[in-house]
T-cell receptor, first 116, second 113 residues
């Protein structure tokens, strides 16, 4: 049963610390998305990749957030330094990424980040 | 540009009653439309999608949605609600290729006995 995995599932840290979240997309998927979900803002797209290349990271605060795909099996989202307003659930999703736009996204279980 | 509006952030129904969750979209190209469900403490999962062809689409767990181009709507229905349907539901429209989606704000469905 192929699924997207995310680690850690929960992270509590103090303001100013670096946070790294990891995502393993489903094998064979070539698009990866990072979302942030909060009660106030709902589901926000932070960045997405196709064939490991960033296509759009306009939703991400550039000064503290960075997203990379070191290889096809790993995507990372890093926050440095973290702030209390970054507290949220961060989701990774992957998909087949065809140009038609009909493919679904498969979501991971999320990383719940709390910044004190 | 594409956008999605979900009418009603919270919907409450009795067990066994009809579920109707509303979604309207805006798209400059023929849309592909999706409904996702999020159960507590989980990621989103696909309920159903409309791409082309039949405008009434059936999904998992007894849900269905009808694409109405004239009304720019894609409302989600289920004839009889079950307690296990309590969740948050998101409508989404494709935004260009590479399966990037624009999500609505979500509707939280409560089912009471």
């Amino acid at each position: 049963d192929a699924r997207v995995t995310q680690t850690p599932r929960d992270k509590v840290t103090e303001m100013g610390q670096e946070v790294t979240m990891r995502c393993q997309p489903i094998l064979g998927h070539n698009t990866v998305f990072w979302y942030r979900q909060t009660m106030k803002q709902g589901l926000e797209l932070l960045a997405y990749f196709r064939n490991r290349a960033p296509l759009d990271d306009s939703g991400m605060p550039k000064d503290r957030f960075s997203a990379e795909m070191p290889d096809a099996t790993l995507a990372t989202l890093k926050i440095q330094p973290s702030e209390p307003r970054d507290s949220a659930v961060y989701f990774c999703a992957s998909g087949l990424g065809g140009t038609s736009g009909i493919d679904e996204q498969f979501f991971g279980p999320g990383t719940r980040l709390t910044v004190l | 540009a594409q956008s999605v509006t979900q009418l009603g952030s919270h919907v409450s129904v009795s067990e066994g009653a009809l579920v109707l969750l509303r979604c309207n979209y805006s798209s400059s190209v023929p849309p592909y439309l999706f409904w996702y469900v999020q159960y507590p403490n989980q990621g989103l999962q696909l309920l159903l999608k409309y791409t082309t062809g039949a405008t009434l689409v059936k999904g998992i767990n007894g849900f269905e949605a009808e694409f109405k181009k004239s009304e720019t709507s894609f409302h989600l229905t289920k004839p009889s609600a079950h307690m296990s349907d309590a969740a948050e539901y998101f409508c989404a429209v494709n935004s260009g290729g590479y399966n990037k989606l624009i999500f609505g704000a979500g509707t939280r469905l409560a089912v009471h006995p």
